[in-house]
C-alpha cells in the first residue's frame, strides 16, 4: 500500500485558512479516490471531502462546502486540502486517504492508505 505523510496543520483563530498536504510514497496515477476525514475525540472519523477522479466529481460534506476544497498533484504524488473560513468547529484531527479502485465514500474501511493524522485547531 502506498504511504502517505500529512502536514500543514496547526492553530489558528476562526476566519483564517490552513493547507494541508498528503505527500504520497508512490505514484497516484492509478489512485481513484483521494479523501480527507477528520476525527474529533469521541467521535467516529467523518468524511470532510473526496474526489473521485473517473468521475471527475469532488464531494463534500455540507458543513465545508463553499469554504474547503481538494486538489491534485500527480506529477507531484501530492493532494491537498485547502481550508478557508475556519470555524471552530472544524477543530479536529484530519487524516488523508486514498482508495485505488472503486468510488469515493464515507466509510473509512474502504480506504487502504491513510497518514498519520495532523491537528487542525481553529479558535474562535
Known amino acids: 500500500q502506498v504511504q502517505l505523510v500529512e502536514s500543514g496543520g496547526g492553530s489558528v483563530q476562526a476566519g483564517g485558512s490552513l493547507r494541508l498536504s498528503c505527500a504520497a510514497s508512490d505514484s497516484t496515477a492509478d489512485v481513484n479516490a483521494f479523501a480527507w476525514f477528520r476525527q474529533v475525540p469521541e467521535k467516529e472519523y467523518e468524511l470532510v471531502g473526496c474526489l473521485t477522479v473517473n468521475t471527475g466529481t469532488t464531494d463534500y460534506r455540507d458543513s465545508v462546502k463553499g469554504r474547503f476544497t481538494i486538489s491534485t498533484d500527480n506529477a507531484k504524488n501530492m493532494f491537498y486540502l485547502q481550508m478557508n473560513s475556519l470555524r471552530p468547529e472544524d477543530t479536529g484531527v484530519y487524516y488523508c486517504?486514498?482508495?485505488?479502485?472503486?468510488?469515493?465514500?464515507?466509510?473509512?474501511?474502504?480506504?487502504?492508505?491513510w497518514g498519520q493524522g495532523t491537528q487542525v485547531t481553529v479558535s474562535s
Open positions: 486517504a486514498v482508495r485505488r479502485y472503486g468510488l469515493c465514500t464515507s466509510r473509512p474501511a474502504a480506504f487502504g492508505s
